[in-house]
């Protein structure tokens, strides 16, 4: 029984000893610091050892310490004694990610700290923080908090975020806040509207701020530009006023006064237009103008008239100088001012280069025999014969030419054989056979090329002026006075007309019309010029720079021309004696192809002159070559060809 109160005491004095262990270690370590004229690198070295800290000690902090302590300290208040034993001593304590920094204070604003090893930032450690002004202006609360900062601080206002930027000890920029907090206060701001009856709202705000340079910053900077503002609202011709109540006071009895009606009843204006044309520009004018005037309900009558007194706008084209004559009122004068600058701009140029490409090939052959007989002794006609004019010479020619006794030219293109006789009974006969081939080829390669601004019609004629007859009046008899001949000239040979159109993803459209027509050769029975033309109209899309074919002509026309004596001209073999053949045989192709080249820069135009002007030399230098002149090497600039020679 006794033992067994032995061992319950025991049990019971393990279990209280126990709990005395457990509550002594959840409880923290704590310390005390009592230092006298202590080497400041022991102190460091004494705190990193409690806080576990690694620090790095600039050479150039140095002297001695005194803390006393006389209550026991945790460590992050031991941390916290030490930041303001430092600070005493004009040094700081910068916290990196590895070590922590102890340097002079002038030298911490430019180091970055990193206070993540922190769980609660210590009161005295040295911190960067911004703190935003919602209705203040942070410019004006500068020269107020700047005392409140320490020497080796920093305090700076940005005018763009309306902010202030603080370097500080954690304590102070809290209390900092505080006081940015009480004075950033919103103030009575209130916006207004003020309609302008005379005045234009563009020239009355540059007025206000020559009038009031303090409130709206013309001479006080961008410090006030927040706190009250003038905006002019140019599309209904009104002011809008920001600012309290004195400031809109202001400007009310400012504006009062501005907004008089003009002496001289409206604004006169010339506008010198770069690019555009003076007489097109009024007519869009006097159009855009006039509506808007109908939409008002003005009084405003047809714009670019001058005999209405009650006209608010008018416009009128100075195309002499190229430029326009505006008068109206103010609001209306800047709305046109605005249409015409948008107008008025450097317009694209097309270069539009065409090939038109002919190749053509012809071939005839013909081949016949012709036999005639005649008695010359009564009568003057033959008795019998063949006469074929499909081939060469006929036989007639021959015949007249026996009984002339003169020669006879052969026909052309081949071989022609021809006899004959007279005897003295007058019996006439003649034989004639002939054989022709004709052969001719062309090629013809044209490539016209012209520039035009976009949306404007160009053409270009390369060709002869030919004179076609009429009308015509002639007689042998005795009435017959003044016979005349009327001709009219007209241009034959190549024609391009074009319109091009540049559309926003660089695709042109084109309105061609393209002609090629050249005088033929005499035709039988024909009284006058014969031509022959070949015309495409159409309208097509390329994009910059594309090739296209426009249309193309494919011609294969085959022609045979037999003549002969029935029966005889039927006999194999012996039929060619009472036969002739006449064979031809046309083919020609014609395509038409096109280029357009957008130039929106004059560079490109440049680029483009020097390639023709490059191509003409080319020319230049095989012409010298054919006619054995010097070789000149060297290309002279394009602008040699406009000096004097």
């Known amino acids: 029984m006794y033992n067994h109160k032995i061992n319950a005491l025991r049990a019971l004095a393990l279990l209280i000893l126990m709990s005395v262990l457990s509550f002594a270690h959840a409880e923290e370590k704590t310390w005390r610091l009592n230092l006298k004229d202590a080497d400041i690198r022991a102190f460091v070295t004494q705190v990193a050892d409690i806080t ?12 001695k310490v005194t803390v006393l302590s006389s209550a026991p300290m945790t460590k992050d208040e031991i941390y916290d004694l030490f930041l303001a034993v430092l600070n ?22 430019q180091s970055g700290e990193s206070l993540e090893r922190f769980d609660t930032i210590p009161s005295e450690q040295l911190i960067t923080r911004v703190i935003q002004v919602n209705n203040a202006n942070a410019l004006e609360l500068v020269p107020i908090l700047r005392p409140l900062v320490a020497k080796y601080g920093h305090l ?25 907090k009480e004075l950033d206060s919103p103030s009575k701001y209130e916006v207004e509207v003020i309609q302008l009856k005379e005045a234009w709202v563009g020239d009355m705000v540059e007025l206000l701020k020559e009038l009031a340079p303090d409130e709206l910053g013309k001479g006080g900077g961008e410090n006030a530009v927040r706190k009250y503002s003038v905006t002019a609202d140019e599309r209904s011709n009104r002011l809008i006023l920001r600012g309290d109540e004195s400031f809109r006071e202001k ?87 605005e249409i015409v600058n948008q107008l008025d701009v450097r317009r694209a140029q097309v270069l539009i280069e065409a090939a038109i490409v002919e190749i053509s090939d012809e071939v005839g052959r013909d081949l016949g025999v012709q036999l005639a007989a005649g008695d010359e002794s009564g009568k003057s006609t033959p008795v019998v014969g063949t006469n074929f004019g499909n081939v060469g010479r006929s036989l007639s020619d021959v015949l007249t030419a026996i009984i002339s006794d003169s020669p006879i030219a052969p026909a052309l293109g081949g071989i022609t054989v021809g006899a004959g006789q007279r005897n003295e009974n ?36 390369v060709g002869q002026n030919v004179p076609f007859r009429t009308g015509q009046y002639t007689s042998t008899g005795t009435n017959a006075t003044n016979p005349f001949t009327t001709i009219e000239r007209r241009d034959v040979g190549l024609t391009l007309k074009v319109t091009p159109t540049i559309s926003a993803d660089d695709l042109v459209r084109l309105v061609v019309e393209q002609t090629t027509e050249n005088v033929a050769d005499s035709i039988e029975n024909a009284s006058d010029i014969v031509t022959n033309k070949r015309e495409i109209k159409t309208t097509v899309l390329a994009d910059d720079g594309e090739t296209i074919v426009l249309g193309g002509l494919t011609r294969d026309d085959l022609q045979v021309t037999k003549s002969k004596v029935p029966l005889l001209g039927d006999i194999p073999v012996l039929g060619r004696l009472f036969s002739s053949e006449s064979r031809s045989r046309v083919k020609r192709n014609l395509l038409v192809f096109l280029r357009p080249t957008i130039m929106m820069e004059k560079g490109e135009a440049n680029v483009a002159t020097d390639r023709k002007y490059k191509a003409l030399w080319d020319v230049d230098l095989h012409t010298r070559e054919v006619l054995g002149m010097p070789e000149q090497k060297d290309r002279p600039p394009i602008n040699d060809l406009f000096d004097d020679r």
Do not use: C
Not at 52 to 63: E, L
Not at 161 to 172: F, G, K, Q, Y
Not at 258 to 282: F, M
Not at 430 to 448: C, E, F, K, M, R
């Open 88 to 109: 005493v001593h004009g040094f700081t304590a910068i916290p990196g990610k590895e070590a922590i920094k102890v340097v002079q204070q002038v030298d911490a604003k």
């Open 52 to 63: 576990g800290y690694s620090f790095v000690v600039d050479p150039r902090v140095k002297g």
């Open 156 to 180: 700076a206002g940005v005018a763009a975020a309306n902010a202030l930027i603080v370097s500080d000890h954690r304590t102070n920029i809290e209390r900092i806040e505080q006081i940015v």
């Open 251 to 337: 400007m009310r009895g400012l504006i009062r006064k501005l907004d008089q009606p003009s002496a001289t009843g409206g604004t006169t204006k010339v506008l010198r237009l770069k690019h555009g044309n003076a007489k097109d520009i009024a007519e869009i004018l006097k159009g855009v103008m006039g509506e808007r005037l109908k939409e008002e309900g003005g009084s405003g009558g047809a714009a670019g008239s001058t005999g209405n007194p009650n006209n608010r706008f008018a416009v009128f084209p100075d195309e002499g100088l190229n430029a326009l004559v505006v008068r109206g009122d103010p609001s209306l004068m800047q709305e046109a001012e």
């Open 426 to 461: 007058g019996i006439s006969w003649g034989v004639l056979i002939q054989a022709l081939a004709t052969s001719s080829a062309a090629n013809l390669l044209s490539t016209p090329s012209i520039i035009t601004l976009d949306n404007q019609e160009s053409e270009i004629t």
